[in-house]
């Protein structure tokens, strides 16, 4: 999404705009920015990553399918590869460390274990999730 902060030992972080923010200053800044977003959008994507996604089935406990694919956010909808998934399907979303998160889908039964590169923001994706729900 072309949003970046760098963490100093002060305990702020240097944002992409050059301004110097607090965590918490920087997490209203985001989710606002991404309203905006959200509210400009036409037919191009709010953001893209390419994502290393494990597909999990819950009641066996066992791994279905694991693979990379191009994963690109748009308002209604998430393009996974060639397949859309509507942000209305996602039954949540968790942050489970730096990098990492799990989605899970109402279809029921499975989840998502998504690994992105270290510039990968999951906070995006659950931001995403919010801004839609509060839109329903």
């Known amino acids: 999404c072309g949003f ?3 963490y100093e030992a002060t305990g702020y972080l240097t944002c992409s705009d050059g301004q110097t923010r607090t965590v918490t200053q920087w997490d209203a800044y985001d989710r ?10 036409g037919d191009a ?4 990553d390419t994502l290393h996604i494990v597909e999990v089935d819950e009641a066996a406990h ?13 308002p209604q909808y998430i ?3 060639d397949k859309r998934i509507p942000v209305g399907d996602f039954e949540g979303v968790a942050i489970i460390g ?9 279809d029921g ?8 590169a270290s ?3 999951a906070l995006k994706y659950l931001y995403l999730f919010d801004l839609v729900k509060e839109e329903r």
């Open 98 to 106: 730096r990098n990492h998160m799990v989605v899970h889908l109402k």
């Open 109 to 116: 039964g499975k989840h998502y274990e998504v690994d992105g």
């Open 119 to 121: 510039h990968f923001s």
């Open 62 to 74: 066992a791994q279905l399918r694991e693979f990379d694919a191009e994963v690109s956010a748009y």
């Open 32 to 41: 606002e920015r991404l309203r905006e977003l959200f509210a400009e959008a």
């Open 45 to 48: 994507p709010l953001f893209s």
């Open 79 to 81: 393009e996974v590869g």
């Open 4 to 6: 970046h902060a760098t």
